[in-house]
């Protein structure tokens, strides 16, 4: 692989991560850049992890992946955006978002890097190298994750509960847009 198409399947494999963070970010208002760089390790790491166990499973597990990532990735993203849709009705308008946890930026760290094992097992028929490739998707999506959590501060304090809502709504056509792709639908 070149570097150039490195570079691209590192940044479409960050894309879903990048739109999860900024609806993170619109409903954790106010996220410094600690807390954002810290998110966008969780977000970096894991999506780096994903492509490595597609590649240790190989062709054995390809059939599998395949047959189920979709589904996971719909359940997994589609959970987190009603639980944020959920949380922003409930509030009362004054009142401050609730911080995101660790359990529910893991959920949806791995909700959006689900696709990146399926591409770690197609690499796997390729001669490249997987640790390399892996190490530019995971700071590819450190980056953008931490950048879209900073950009989702500012909506939030712009646009508050509907920042939040929004972000919730697109987890879930996310998740959606997915399981359409993987059924052939879209």
């Not at 966008?40 to 597990?61: H, K, N, R, S, Y």
């Not at 955006?81 to 922003?88: C, E, I, P, R, T």
């Amino acid at each position: 692989m070149t570097p150039i198409t490195i570079g691209i399947l590192a940044v479409s494999m960050s894309i879903d991560a990048f739109v999860a963070c900024i609806g993170k970010g619109a409903a954790q208002r106010p996220v410094g850049l600690g807390p954002a760089l810290r998110t966008g390790a969780i977000f970096g790491a894991v999506e780096a992890i994903t492509p490595l166990i597609g590649w240790g499973a190989g062709v054995a597990a390809n059939r599998y992946v395949e047959a189920v990532d979709h589904w996971i990735a719909f359940a997994l993203l589609s959970a987190v955006g009603l639980h944020m849709l959920f949380q922003a009705l409930s509030r009362d308008s004054e009142a401050a978002p609730a911080p995101s946890s660790l359990w529910h930026t893991v959920l949806t760290a791995v909700g959006t890097s689900i696709d990146a094992m399926a591409v770690g097992v197609s690499l796997a028929f390729l001669q490249v190298n997987i640790l390399v490739i892996a190490i530019i998707i995971g700071l590819t999506t450190m980056t953008l994750s931490t950048s879209g959590l900073l950009a989702g501060r500012l909506l939030g304090r712009r646009f508050g509960r509907m920042a939040e809502m929004l972000g919730g709504v697109a987890l879930i056509g996310l998740g959606g847009s997915i399981l359409l792709r993987h059924l052939g639908a879209a």
